[in-house]
């Protein structure tokens, strides 16, 4: 079982950065690929970003390429989303999960997906 907490949201002006990281814990990080999703109020859970196993492959949505960067340190079992040149629609309750499938690969879809972190919200003022 592995449990997963995120840290790093809170309030930024747009135009800032934040660094969001994500904490796993209860099993074998290097077996998972990992994504990062986000939810704003009324909408559905989407993918930002995702990384396999080595942190060789990484992919992200269209609207956070370029300014979202997603990398993880499996000596520490953590994954990191730096982001960058944050915009009013960036607001969101931001979740990390780990998928159980092959662990080369990336993953878009929530249902890929077997361990979710509780999220963190992230606010972002125009």
């Known amino acids: 079982q592995v449990q997963l907490t995120e840290s790093g949201g809170g309030l930024v002006e747009a135009g800032g950065s934040l660094r969001l990281s994500c904490a796993a814990s209860?099993?074998?990080?290097?077996?998972?690929?990992m994504g990062w999703f986000r939810q704003a109020p009324g909408k559905e859970r989407d993918f930002i970003a995702g990384?396999?196993?080595?942190?060789?492959?990484?992919n992200y949505a269209d609207s956070v390429k370029g300014r979202f960067i997603i990398s993880r340190d499996n000596a520490r079992n953590t994954v990191h989303l730096q982001m960058n040149s944050l915009k009013a629609e960036d607001t969101a309750v931001y979740y990390c999960a780990a998928a159980q499938g092959p662990r080369e690969l990336i993953y878009y879809h929530t249902y890929e997906y077997d361990y979710w972190g509780q999220g963190t919200q992230v606010t972002v003022s125009s």
């Open positions: 990384i396999n196993w080595r942190g060789g492959s990484t």
């Open positions: 209860g099993g074998t990080f290097n077996d998972n690929s």
